[in-house]
C-alpha cells in the first residue's frame, strides 16, 4: 500500500498569512493525489485533484503541486474559513489511502 | 446537486454485524465510471478507506478488512449498503460514504458515527 505522510502536523498562521503544506508518497503516484479541507464536524470537501487542477467553485487562493512522491498544498492568502485540517489522499492503487492530515490553526 | 446521506445505529455491541446504508441523489449507480465506496474515520481522526462498488458491481476492498465487509447497491433505489461483521471496539469510527467519479472521491455524505461497546 502506498502509505502517505504530511508535515507538518499542525501549523499556527494568521489572517492573510501564506500558507504550505506537504505530502509524501511512500513510492512514486504520478499525479493521482487529492486534497481535502475538513472542518470539525464536517465531512471532507475535495480541493484540488490530479495534485493541481482546482475543483470548481473552490477558492483560487487555494493551489497544488507535485509529482511523484512529493505533493504541496498552498494558501496564498489564509481567510477565517481555512481554518481547518487538509488531508492528501492518492488514488494511484487500491487500498486507497490518507495523509494523516495538517491542522492549520489560529496563531 | 449531489448528496449523500449516510443511516444505521449509533450503538453497537462487540461481535455484532453493523449495517449501515447510503442514500444518495443527483447521480445513479449505473452510468458508467460512477462508484460509491465506503470510508471511515477514527476517533483520532485517521481517515481510513474501506470499499468501493462500482457502477457494473465490481468491487474493491481493502485487504485488511475484506473478509468482515459486504456491499451491496439497489440502484433502483440509489442506495447501497455496508455490513461489516463481528464489530470490535476498534471499528468505532465516523462512517462517511462517497461518491467516486472514475478514482476520484468527490463528494462525501455528512458521516454517521458508530460507537462498538465491548
Known amino acids: 500500500a502506498v502509505q502517505l505522510t504530511q508535515s507538518p502536523s499542525s501549523l499556527s498562521a494568521s489572517i492573510g498569512d501564506r500558507v504550505t503544506m506537504t505530502c509524501r508518497a511512500s513510492?512514486?503516484?504520478?499525479?493521482?493525489l487529492a486534497w481535502y479541507q475538513q472542518r470539525p464536524g464536517e465531512a471532507p470537501t475535495l480541493l484540488i485533484y490530479d495534485a493541481s487542477t482546482l475543483e470548481s467553485g473552490v477558492a483560487s487562493r487555494f493551489s497544488g503541486s507535485g509529482s511523484g512522491t512529493t505533493f504541496t498544498l498552498t494558501i496564498s492568502s489564509l481567510q477565517p474559513d481555512d481554518f481547518a485540517t487538509y488531508y492528501c489522499?492518492?488514488?494511484?492503487?487500491?487500498?486507497?489511502?490518507f495523509g494523516p492530515g495538517t491542522k492549520v490553526d489560529l496563531k | 446537486q449531489v448528496t449523500l446521506r449516510e443511516s444505521g445505529p449509533a450503538l453497537v455491541k462487540s461481535t455484532q454485524t453493523l449495517t449501515l446504508t447510503c442514500t444518495f441523489s443527483g447521480f445513479s449507480l449505473d452510468t458508467s465510471g460512477m462508484s460509491v465506496a465506503w470510508i471511515r474515520q477514527t476517533p483520532g481522526k485517521a481517515l481510513e478507506w474501506l470499499v468501493r462498488i462500482d457502477w457494473d458491481d465490481n468491487k474493491e476492498y481493502n485487504s485488511f478488512l475484506r473478509s468482515r465487509l459486504t456491499i451491496s447497491k439497489d440502484t433502483s433505489k440509489n442506495l447501497v449498503v455496508l455490513s461489516l461483521a463481528n464489530v470490535d471496539p476498534l471499528d468505532t469510527a465516523t462512517y462517511f460514504c462517497a461518491r467516486i467519479q472514475g478514482m476520484l472521491t468527490d463528494y462525501w455524505g455528512q458521516g454517521t458515527l458508530v460507537t462498538v461497546s465491548s
Open positions: 489522499h492518492q488514488c494511484s492503487g487500491y487500498p486507497l489511502t
Open positions: 513510492q512514486a503516484i504520478h499525479t493521482a
